[in-house]
């Protein structure tokens, strides 16, 4: 659980974990101790005196100090620092309580509290890489450093004890990162699809109903710009907007309804190629240069060309758009490991941040002014459909690279 995340649900769980582990370690220590230091050694003849050395009732009054302090944290809602103080006060506490016993004497080491063990094998449930570590490196480093102290060689038991059960907490804590993954990523393939599923009952609902009209629309603003040539500006401006409009319309379209793909061999090269004919005008306006790398003779892809064709013009369109005082794109087609048609589209535009490229297909979300994130979300859905994968890599004022990776042949699963 990462610490510092103020989602009400982690807090929760964490004060729940919490909890019982201040309950498990108090009820363990003292009975541990209790029956230890007093019972075992009463029953066997000890004297008062030596039932109990080292630091005395001074440590359970300590502990219970503690634990004053730890329930204050968790009312005050400082939750995620009362298991490090835990650790740290009885790490103190047991070094100075096993040098006051020992130091001085000729008795070999022979003490502990099997509240240790409980400490190590607790740490999964808290699922926290560094608070496993600190529990592990500070109980083995305590022994070790009492062994140096005391130049005895029994704290060598309990350290392969500790670094054995160490290991199999870490096993434990590495499955439980693994089921919080999946379920993390069921849970935002879930949303992604509650998304996709909102945006097609909009489209399906209002999608035709905007065409009709717009086309009419568009077909009047033209007519009425050919017959006054000279006496309107701004008809270009508007059968511009229309066209953007039916763009996204396209767009929302094309997510609401089924996708039936029908894979048919086409030539990557034909494919580009087209793509840089019908994106040649904005680049030349904007004084963008394009310069394509075929790597070799490339075979045939099983894709649905129309919408390859779609993914293309997209990102390309993007990569023009990113330069608006002009610049260089770098298109390079080629195979690799003769199973994957890979094709990267360098700009030198001005880059994304990590954390916009992390939400980038995400509906509506855009680093454009005048975008909409749907162009995106569907070149990213075409390519899924297509069994590939898209992949951004940026730099900021170093430009985007987007590389799109399809399979040669597609296979029916």
């Not at 480093?141 to 392969?160: A, C, M, R, S, T």
């Not at 309804?257 to 019908?278: D, G, H, M, Q, W």
Request: charge should be neutral; hydrophobic fraction near 45%; include cysteine.
């Amino acid at each position: 659980m990462k610490e510092g995340i103020k989602n009400p649900k982690l807090i929760f769980e964490e004060r729940k974990a919490i909890i019982l582990f201040i309950w498990l370690f108090n009820f363990i220590f003292f009975s541990w101790d209790i029956f230890y230091y007093y019972f075992r050694l009463y029953f066997n003849g000890a004297s008062h005196r030596e039932i109990r050395g080292g630091l005395g009732l001074w440590m359970y009054l300590i502990l219970v100090g503690v634990l004053i302090l730890a329930i204050y944290y968790i009312k005050v809602g400082n939750i995620y620092i009362v298991k490090y103080l835990y650790i740290s006060s009885f790490l103190i506490i047991d070094i100075i309580d096993n040098l006051v016993r020992y130091i001085g004497t000729t008795e070999h080491f022979a003490t502990g509290n099997i509240v240790e063990v409980l400490l190590i094998l607790y740490t999964p449930i808290f699922v926290n890489k560094r608070y496993f570590w600190t529990v592990s490196i500070g109980l083995i480093g305590k022994d070790l450093l009492l062994g140096l102290i005391l130049e005895d060689l029994n704290v060598l038991i309990p350290v392969l004890i500790y670094l054995t059960i160490s290991v199999l907490a870490y096993i434990l804590l590495i499955r439980f990162y693994s089921y919080i993954n999946s379920l993390t990523t069921v849970y935002d393939e879930l949303r992604q699809k509650e998304k996709l599923a909102v945006i097609g009952q909009m489209a399906a609902a209002i999608g035709h109903e905007i065409r009709n009209p717009l086309s009419s629309l568009r077909g009047f603003t033209q007519l009425q710009q050919e017959r006054y040539p000279n006496t309107n500006d701004f008809y270009p401006i508007m059968i511009q907007e229309i066209d953007r409009i039916n763009t996204i319309v396209h767009d929302l379209m094309y997510l609401g309804k089924p996708r039936v793909i029908k894979f048919e061999k086409a030539s990557i090269e034909e494919v580009v190629a087209y793509t840089l004919s019908i994106t040649q005008q904005q680049a030349e306006r904007q004084g963008v240069t394009v310069e394509t790398i075929m790597a070799g003779p490339l075979p045939p892809v099983d894709c649905d060309e129309k919408q390859l064709k779609q993914v293309f013009i997209n990102l390309i369109k993007n990569a023009i758009e990113s330069m608006p005082e002009g610049g260089r794109i770098e298109i390079r087609v080629q195979v690799v490991e003769k199973q994957k048609m890979v094709v990267s589209i360098q700009d030198e535009g001005d880059g994304i941040t990590e954390e916009n490229i992390l939400n980038l297909g995400e509906p509506f979300f855009t680093t454009k002014t005048d975008g909409t994130g749907l162009g995106l979300m569907v070149t990213n859905q075409i390519i899924k459909d297509h069994k590939g994968e898209l992949k951004i890599e940026s730099r900021i004022n170093k430009g985007t690279r987007v590389i799109v990776s399809l399979p040669i042949k597609q296979i029916d699963i």
